[in-house]
T-cell receptor, first 118, second 114 residues
């Protein structure tokens, strides 16, 4: 079974500092995709970044980067130069590959609430 | 504008009164899915659909029904709602069900069952 673990229920970071949000996953599938979403207090789900299991390089999108360590099954989100608007809930998610039974299921972690302090 | 819409956004109902939450996307996506979000539990997948007339259970399908008669619409049906179905519900869609495809989410429906 697929599982995503986010062990940090809440975190604080000083404005302009970098912060790492942890995500570990458990799967026996050789092919999968990892995603991070942001949920501000307004409630919408905003896609941030994607990493494929076969990607050789870590994904980056502006101030967001994904520290992908396949052997450790971790996909940590790094936010550089934190801004007040980064205060939100962050979710890690995994999609199974096409050759997996029930491959279209998606599994989310429980989330990390990040608060940026001025 | 490419979007996923859900209606209603807020709903308060009573136990046992059938309700439907609608979801529609205008991106011609094959894959659509429903999630519920509860504090401390993250998002959990209820049902998903890989295309018209093809649906499958997610991790928490009990008490819910879905249908996919048209590509753009994927309604969530609660035939006999109970208080434990009080939750924030999200509909999402993606181009296909491949692991590389990003899901796009609707704005959410906050449901309270008394």
């Amino acid at each position: 079974a697929q599982k995503i673990t986010q062990t940090q229920p809440g975190m604080f970071v000083q404005e302009k500092e970098a912060v790492t949000l942890d995500c570990t996953y458990d799967t026996s599938d050789p092919s999968y995709g990892l995603f991070w979403y942001k949920q501000p207090s307004s409630g919408e789900m905003i896609f941030l970044i994607y990493q494929g299991s076969y990607d050789q390089q870590n994904a980056t999108e502006g101030r967001y980067s994904l520290n992908f360590q396949k052997a450790r099954k971790s996909a940590n989100l790094v936010i550089s130069a934190s801004q007040l608007g980064d205060s939100a809930m962050y979710f890690c998610a995994m999609r199974r590959g096409m050759n997996s039974g029930g491959y279209q299921k998606v599994t989310f972690g429980t989330g990390t609430k990040l608060q940026v302090i001025p | 504008e490419a979007q996923v819409t859900q209606n209603p956004r807020y709903l308060i109902t009573v136990t046992g009164k059938k309700l439907t939450v609608t979801c529609s996307q205008n991106m011609n996506h094959e894959y659509m899915s429903w999630y519920r979000q509860d504090p401390g539990l993250g998002l959990r997948q209820i049902y998903y659909s890989m295309n018209v007339e093809v649906t499958d259970k997610g991790d928490v399908p009990e008490g819910y029904k879905v249908s996919r008669k048209e590509k753009r619409n994927f309604p969530l049906i609660l035939e006999s709602p109970s208080p434990n179905q009080t939750s924030l519900y999200f509909c999402a869609s993606s181009s296909t069900g491949r692991s590389t495809d990003t899901q796009y989410f609707g704005p959410g429906t906050r449901l309270t069952v008394l």
